[in-house]
């Protein structure tokens, strides 16, 4: 499946910013999706996941902050109150499951500048 990041750009320290994800295919056809980013000089590290069945899963320094979710047409990722070390490259995955998620699909992901 192909996948297609948008809704990256810059932002405020405090602002918001919502991403989406289009896949090529059915979402409803893709068991599990999910959001990384990856910082300059730093590792790429999960944001949060869905599956098809609506269970998630954030990582703690976005917890309260971000949301995720899905809809028939695409992944979103809600993100509000953001901070300047949430910029990032923002990707897109999709596989057959969450614990597959970084061996699955990637989109070539959108960039989300954060200024302070």
């Known amino acids: 499946v192909q996948l297609v990041e948008s809704g990256g750009g810059l932002v405020q320290a405090g602002g918001s910013l919502r991403l989406s994800c289009a896949p090529s295919g059915s979402i409803l056809s893709i068991p599990a999706m999910g959001w990384y980013r990856q910082a300059p000089g730093k590792e790429r590290e999960l944001v949060a996941s869905i599956t098809n069945e609506g269970s998630g899963y954030y990582a703690e320094s976005v917890k309260g902050r971000f949301t995720i979710s899905r809809d028939n047409a695409a992944l979103y990722l809600q993100m509000n109150r953001v901070k300047p070390n949430d910029t990032a490259t923002y990707y897109c995955?999709?596989?057959?499951?969450?614990?597959?998620?970084?061996?699955?699909?990637w989109g070539q992901g959108t960039q989300v500048t954060v200024s302070s």
């Open positions: 995955a999709a596989s057959t499951a969450i614990e597959t998620l970084a061996l699955g699909s």
